[in-house]
């Protein structure tokens, strides 16, 4: 008879920023629970991580490794379509190969936990004989509408590519929210050739998800409930917090401005207004100059997230006079460590694109929203932050498209001012954290998943 084995799981985010670091967040509670941690980025993305990560970090437990994603090193990423194509002709055998090297060196990998959108992975636990998870770092209502897909066309919702028959609002079950058929995440993303890569390729990761032993998901069951009533196979275990504690890679693309934090400390607790995009949203120019206007319009400290990208164009993107105008009340940071500044008493509302994971961290900071999306469920976790959990507002667009300066300031006053909102947010922040605690819905979810993941596949 050998030693017994170290639980140890690859674990295999999907090659978005979004994606990375929730994987790497669960990753961290795999790592408390004894396990070691193989996290395969794709190479590109990998290169990012390891430049980005700060000189604290310990990656003691952690196998930071790479794989190709199969494009060139100067072609475009953005292209969902041409990359998906890309990985899934690299990727299986590179990931099977890794497997089984492990095995030939004595590090022998024992799960697998694979980002839900990666789940064709799954099909390579199961060849290897790995036992294996998904992992979804979105709402629960996103990936039931996923996995419901044959029942959306079986409704006459969409057709068999996945094109709504009509625009409408429409609900997947009782008591969920509205969404719009124009918005199904695989109708946002690129032109009509990859969206129906990206749909071909959703309904063969449905198929492969069925291998998974558990699917878990980075949300709360208070915040979804008939989400999760009607979808029993999805398990919450969020909201995942580990991206507080110091010293461990985080996952991040670009280098966090850590030099924020004590700006912050420098305001009252709840006056400073958060802005920030996540990693993946253009501003147009002329949007991007109001948006400043507006919060200098505020008159109150903002500290806004400016990615190097995020006008999508070269040169200083600031409207002129701008800096000068608002001096020390407004600080830009190419990016910011999120967790911390949501967490961080200063804060009083977030102006945000509504990511999920944006979204999960205001909700169990308590961070009042105002709500800019741009894309996809985007929109939906909009729905989620104003209409169900009511602790946000839209900021709407005029005809010309702008969401102007003056709305911005009439919109940040209207949120803050608002105490029935505050005493909300102050409730879902207590059950975010409640579920996290000591006999906790989603702590014991998350338990149920470690443990299996530790057995010994029989
Ligand atoms: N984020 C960050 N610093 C920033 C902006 C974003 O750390 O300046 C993190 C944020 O905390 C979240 C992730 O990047 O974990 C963005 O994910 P989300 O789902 O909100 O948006 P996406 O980038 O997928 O559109």
């Known amino acids: ?22 994987l790497m967040e669960l990753s961290h509670c795999l790592v408390d629970h004894g396990f070691r941690i193989t996290f ?32 060139g090193s100067d072609e475009d990423r953005n ?20 497997i089984l090297k492990s095995r030939e060196e004595g590090e022998e990998i024992t799960c697998m936990i694979a980002d839900d959108s990666m789940a064709w992975a799954l099909e390579v636990a199961k060849k290897t004989g790995l036992r294996s998870a998904a992992f979804w770092p979105a709402s629960a209502l996103l990936l039931a509408t996923i996995l419901g897909i044959p029942d959306l066309i079986s409704r006459g919702v969409i057709d068999e ?16 929210p509205l969404m719009n058929t124009a918005h199904f995440v695989w109708n946002c993303l690129g032109d009509r050739k990859t969206q129906q890569i990206v749909f071909n390729y959703m309904l063969n990761n449905n198929r492969a998800t069925d291998i998974a032993e558990f699917i878990i998901c980075n949300s709360f069951r208070e915040i979804e409930e008939p989400v999760f009533t009607n979808t029993p196979k999805i398990l919450p275990v969020g909201p995942l917090l580990s991206g507080l504690r110091p010293s461990r890679p985080v996952g991040h693309f670009w280098s966090e401005d850590t030099t924020c934090e004590s700006w912050l400390d420098e305001h009252p607790p709840g006056s400073v207004i958060y802005v920030a995009f996540g990693s993946f949203t253009i501003f147009d120019r002329r949007q991007f100059e109001e948006l400043a206007l507006g919060l200098e319009a505020t008159g ?30 407004g600080r830009m940071v190419a990016w910011s460590p999120q967790h911390k500044v949501l967490a961080h008493p200063s804060v009083g509302c977030f102006v945000s694109h509504c990511g999920w994971n944006s979204t ?24 989620y932050i104003c209409d169900v959990w009511k602790v946000g507002l839209r900021l709407i667009a005029d005809g010309s498209g702008i969401v102007k300066q003056q709305h911005i300031k009439s919109k940040v006053e209207e949120l803050l001012g608002n105490g029935g909102m505050r005493a909300r947010v102050s409730v ?29 596949k029989a």
């Not at 292209?79 to 890794?98: I, N, Q, V, Y």
Request: proline share 8%; charged share 20%; hydrophobic share 40%.
């Open 79 to 98: 292209d969902l379509g041409r990359l998906t194509e890309a990985f899934m002709k690299t990727m299986p055998l590179c990931l099977e190969e890794l």
């Open 428 to 456: 879902l922040k207590e059950k975010a954290h409640g579920n996290i605690s000591k006999g906790g819905s989603s702590l014991e979810n998350l338990n149920a998943f470690v443990h299996a993941m530790k057995r010994e």
């Open 300 to 329: 109150r400290p903002f500290l806004w997230v400016v990615r190097p990208d995020l006008t999508g164009q070269a040169g200083d993107p600031y409207p002129c006079g701008f800096r000068e105008r608002v001096g020390g009340r």
């Open 1 to 22: 008879m050998g030693l017994p084995q170290l639980p140890h799981a690859l674990v295999l985010p999907y090659p978005a920023q979004g994606h990375v670091i929730p």
């Open 360 to 383: 999960m961290e205001g909700v169990r900071n308590g961070v009042l929203f105002l709500c800019w999306p741009y894309f996809g469920d985007q929109f939906l976790n909009q729905s």
């Open 161 to 176: 590519d996945g094109a709504p028959i009509k625009q409408e609002m429409f609900a997947l079950g009782p008591g969920m």
């Open 40 to 71: 395969v980025n794709t190479e590109f993305n990998h290169e990012r991580v390891v430049a980005a990560l700060s000189k604290e970090s310990r990656t003691d437990e952690f196998n930071l490794l790479s794989v190709p994603d199969g494009l």
